[in-house]
């Protein structure tokens, strides 16, 4: 057993100490150790796809959606290191008053919204392609986003008032509202992956199902759902436990899982960008800069054969696209 949760006590002070019981003292252990965890994770996958990020990222003129992969990146795992302070053995040397530990809620509360909206985006995004030439799909996708948005900034309103927390900012309770932030992301996330699966299911009939761009797009979209409703579900049960302590245990794994999954996506299209586009090399070779990724294939399906390559386009402007069914998809870009 660790001595953090002994009962023994010494010169008058309990082994748990500077925690409150034996039951905070394991709340909070357990979350350090989480959050320590979900961090080196990070750092790991960023240092093993940086050879990627070179090749593929840096080359690239500055857009949107490039600003946004740094910035999904980087900003989580910046987030994380000083909340390694907060509710731990280092906690007492601070000394944080009750204003000091509201502070941080905010700071954590407001930090993962942001994350998650940013992140939503390069998700939408990816939808907008899948659903390119329907003009309503903008409309929908704009509406549902906005109610994401308002869910979070209600429930996150709502919620951090009604946090408690002892004196070294471990929390100690945690209103039910606070579900209202998770659930308006969860419920987000379950429409993006239906209209993903929707529109699979959709090309699958039409013969399209085999292109890789689309496959790609599919596969993306259905392992990044997975592991957020995974983590989001494993986070808000939390908030059923009595011992409220352990209410952070996932927090770190969020932010390191929305991260993730924002810059792992763009930095998969980039590469299937780069791989299926022979015009690739000249285009970096003579530095020529503009807002299209062209992705050719050869489609070979029943019923249906051409010779000449297909062209796929990814683009930030919607000028002269043609509609899915002609085989161009405008809207990710990460610039050339």
Not at 162 to 167: E, K, L, R, V
Not at 249 to 267: D, E, H, K, P, Q
Request: one cysteine or more; proline letters at 4%.
């Amino acid at each position: 057993m660790s001595p953090l949760l002994g009962h023994r006590q010494t010169d008058g002070q309990p082994l748990f100490s500077p925690f409150s019981s034996k039951d905070v003292a394991a709340g909070a252990q357990a979350v350090n150790r989480s959050s320590v965890a979900a961090l080196a994770f990070l750092v790991w996958d960023i240092l093993i796809t940086t050879d990627d990020e070179i090749k593929y990222i840096w080359p690239r003129s500055w857009t949107y959606t490039k600003f946004v992969y740094f910035f999904v990146r980087y900003v989580p795992m910046l987030v994380q290191i000083p909340l390694l302070l907060v509710g731990s053995e280092l906690s007492p040397h601070f000394h944080f008053t009750p204003h000091d530990c509201f502070a941080w809620g905010v700071y954590q509360g407001v930090a993962a919204a942001v994350v998650v909206v940013v992140v939503d985006s390069i998700l939408i995004l990816r939808v907008h392609a899948l659903y390119h030439g329907n003009i309503m799909m903008p409309r929908v996708l704009a509406f549902f986003y906005a109610l994401e948005i308002t869910g979070l900034a209600v429930g996150l309103g709502l919620a951090l008032p009604g946090i408690t927390y002892d004196n070294v900012c471990v929390v100690k309770g945690v209103p039910g509202t606070l579900i209202i932030y998770g659930a308006a992301s969860v419920l987000f996330q379950f429409l993006l992956f239906g209209l993903t699966l929707h529109k699979f299911i959709q090309a699958a009939r039409s013969g399209w199902g085999d292109v890789p761009l689309i496959l790609l797009l599919v596969r993306d979209g259905t392992w990044a759902f997975f592991l957020l409703f995974f983590i989001y579900v494993a986070q808000l049960s939390l908030y059923a436990l009595k011992n409220h302590a352990f209410s952070g245990v996932f927090y770190s794994w969020l932010l390191t899982a929305f991260s993730f999954s924002g810059y792992r996506i763009l930095i998969n299209l980039s590469r299937f960008g780069e791989r299926t586009n022979p015009r690739s090399v000249q285009r970096h070779s003579t530095r020529r800069t503009d807002t299209n990724i062209q992705f050719t294939t050869n489609i070979r399906s029943a019923g249906r054969s051409t010779d000449q390559s297909e062209s796929y386009e990814l683009s930030s402007s919607s000028r002269g696209g043609r509609t899915f069914d002609t085989s161009q998809i405008s809207t990710l870009s990460l610039g050339k």
